[in-house]
């Protein structure tokens, strides 16, 4: 994985105009962005949702002003298209408004090599907002602080929901395995 200082050059390079830049920063997160648009829209149209956002992402990048959130003005690009679609389509899910957690949670649960096998499943049966943060956490491994600018919540919304998305996963999980 490319560090922070590479990616940030790579913008610059981008924003500057060299096509070589932007293919750089495709072929580095289209991957990682086509797993996220899944985990939040498993239907058909994920290589079109991902066109969409590229194309966003040519056309105004050069408005970007932070050179280092770049991962995190994607991601919301992205989180945005795909809830836009939702809404046109009248898919759109209202999110349960979450009380913040002020305790820290002592789950150390660890999923076994068995249980790895049945976590995409599970991920497509919870709700979308918490696979979304599921996803962010631990495959993109965001911090708490570039989740709550993805999806336009404070600190403690992301707790909250990535306790009980691990919950509802959880649950979901032994379901599935007895």
């Not at 949670?105 to 943060?133: C, M, T």
């Amino acid at each position: 994985m490319e560090s922070e200082k590479q990616i940030e050059n790579i913008v610059i390079r981008c924003k500057s105009g060299q096509r070589e830049a932007f293919e750089e920063l495709f072929e580095h997160y289209q991957p990682r962005l086509k797993y996220y648009v899944r985990r939040l829209n498993s239907n058909s149209e994920t290589d079109d949702i991902l066109q969409d956002i590229w194309m966003k992402v040519f056309r105004k990048i050069r408005k970007l002003k932070d050179n280092n959130s770049f991962g995190v003005w994607l991601y919301r690009i992205a989180r945005n298209e795909v809830f836009g679609r939702f809404r046109k389509n009248e898919k759109f899910i209202e999110l349960p408004d979450e009380q913040e957690l002020t305790e820290h949670s002592d789950d150390n649960h660890e999923f076994s090599a068995e249980d790895a096998k049945h976590l995409h499943n599970a991920l497509n049966k919870i709700q979308p907002y918490h696979r979304e943060v599921l996803t962010l956490f631990f495959i993109e491994q965001m911090t708490y602080q570039q989740i709550a600018e993805v999806i336009g919540c404070s600190i403690g919304t992301v707790r909250s929901r990535i306790f009980y998305a691990k919950q509802s996963l959880r649950k979901e999980m032994e379901s599935n395995n007895g």
